[in-house]
């Protein structure tokens, strides 16, 4: 009795241990068909939004001339404040820690930037860039998700936007309205024909001209355009035509030239001699002497010739036509004259 006791114990062990283990098969095959499913919806996934999403990116920082020392630790745990935002992006003034150094973060919104893979040759020309008259990039930070972070020095002096507005008398003087504007053709003649290929500026304002010591301008954001998607371009041009910047050509075509960077350096001129935002379209038949252009605003050692001569050449520059505005080296030229 005890042994077939023993026995029917022995097959209901058994009996549980194989329900159990078909159970657990059974599990298992579920697991993997499920697991199957789910790849292939990620390969379908991938295949649509393209390489970038298929991995995460590893973490990058890429240093240019002035950079050298940044690190991902540095640039991430920066103490710092916002400054600007534009439709784009965000921008910091912050403090590197370990550096003391007050540098600008460029945050650029990860929606509206192409793909990494995509912009980094772009990045890597737009921080071989120097001259002495535009803002240089010194570092360029890749997040492990496609986020993406520029470096740039720090000016305390502002943006040119600001000093033409803010009723300070250097604006108006003759000496400061004749440095800055050739600054600015300077660093606009090196982008446009000192490099291998021209770099557009796409984006040129008085609020991008930065402004250091005895008001040397840094033209800044050049090439910006290079890193942003088709739709984030065509925000910021329509910004651009809310602000008095948009050549009539926009209106077509969101396709940027040497030819609207002209037009906006036009644009620029006119506002440093008037002292007034762009928000009128100028009318390049309309010629006027100097006292009824500025209604006396400029002062210093000037030769209203002079004047008048910067405003033609500011006219010219804002011709509605692309081919009748005269090239940077022409403006550069101009100016040289117009100095002696």
Known sequence: MEDT?????????????????????????CICKRNHSRNESWDNKESTFG?????????????????????????????????????????????LVTSNTIVVLRFLRPACTRRVQDVMHAVRVLGSVRHPNLVPLCGFYV???????????FYRRGNLAEFVRDGNGEAQKWSVIYRISSGIARGLNHLHTTLQKPIIHGNLKSKNILLGRNQTPFVSD??????????????????????????????KTNDTSVETDIFNFGVILLELLTGKEPNEKPNPNQDFNSNSILDHRIFGPVDEEDILKLYRLAMACCSPLPSFRPDIKYICKKLQEIES
Not at 5 to 29: E, Y
């Open 51 to 95: 390489v970038e999403d298929m991995k995460i990116i590893k973490e990058e920082m890429i240093k240019f001339e002035g950079g050298e020392d940044l690190t991902c630790f540095d640039v991430l745990d920066a103490p710092g404040e916002v400054i600007g935002k534009s439709s784009f992006g965000t921008l910091y003034k912050a403090n």
């Open 5 to 29: 006791h023993k026995t029917m114990l022995m097959v209901a062990l058994t009996s549980s241990s194989l329900a159990l283990l078909l159970l657990i098969t059974f599990t298992l095959i």
């Open 222 to 251: 050049f090439g910006l355009h290079m890193l942003l998607n088709p739709s984030t371009i065509q925000e910021m041009i329509e910004d651009a035509a809310v602000e008095g910047y948009k050549p009539p050509e926009l209106i």
């Open 143 to 153: 997040g492990p998700r496609g986020e993406k972070l520029m470096v740039h020095p």
